[in-house]
């Protein structure tokens, strides 16, 4: 039982870069989500679904895309990448938006240079 | 947007208790609150979970005043290893969209 998965671990883009970023989970999660972590920030929601098809805007959002065309997979996209979005990316999946625990993956650190 | 309040760091010494709170004062009626363990290049790490009064599993406790606008994780008998960030999350909701806050983190170092 592999959890949540993210993939690629780590990666360095160069600024106007695009790339994305995959979230996979096998426990037949609903809602899935991604996270930002800056140093000294915590983790603050980019972007979110409650359901295949589904998503929704996090707290910043801006300058990113995401696409939930199926239910165990949660792509987050950066169409030109920024120095700005340097950071650690966390994915998480859960049963339900209230009241369940969440699993994280184990993250992507992304470097813009 | 409403969010949570943390101390941003407590320091401790092995073999005592830790009690570490977290502010929500918008927190929604069906919310509940949850806490995370978060060590260096990982993911937060489920610790503990309640809606209302107490919560007790093996690895800690969890108490939540009647008006629920705060919560207070306590990790009995601490050790080296429980050096984390530790978050607390509630929904917050604001009109028709939800968002998922966590709180800034608390560094709890415990020390020998």
């Known amino acids: 039982n592999a959890g949540v998965t993210q993939t690629p671990k780590f990666r360095v883009l160069k600024t106007g870069q695009s790339m994305t970023l995959l979230c996979a989970q096998d426990?037949?999660?609903?809602?899935m989500y991604w996270y930002r972590q800056d140093p000294g920030m915590g983790l603050r929601l980019i972007h979110y679904s409650v359901g295949e098809g589904t998503t929704a805007k996090g707290e910043v959002p801006d300058g990113y895309n995401v696409s939930r065309l199926k239910k165990q997979n949660f792509l987050l996209g950066l169409e030109s990448a920024a120095p700005s979005q340097t950071s650690v990316y966390f994915c998480a999946s859960s049963s339900a938006d209230r009241g369940l625990s969440y699993t994280f993956g184990s993250g992507t650190r992304l470097t813009v240079v | 947007l409403a969010k949570t309040t943390q101390p941003i760091s407590m320091d401790s010494y092995e073999g005592q208790e830790v009690n570490i709170t977290c502010s929500h004062n918008n927190i929604a009626t069906n919310d509940y609150i949850t806490w995370y363990q978060q060590f260096p290049s990982q993911g937060p790490r489920f610790i503990i979970q309640g809606y209302k009064t107490k919560v007790k599993n093996e690895v800690a406790s969890l108490f939540i005043p009647a008006d629920r606008k705060s919560s207070t994780l306590s990790l009995p008998r601490v050790s080296l290893s429980d050096t984390a960030v530790y978050y607390c999350l509630v929904g917050v909701s604001e009109g028709s969209a939800r968002q998922l806050t966590f709180g800034s983190g608390t560094q709890l170092t415990v020390l020998p």
């Open positions: 426990m037949n999660h609903e809602y």
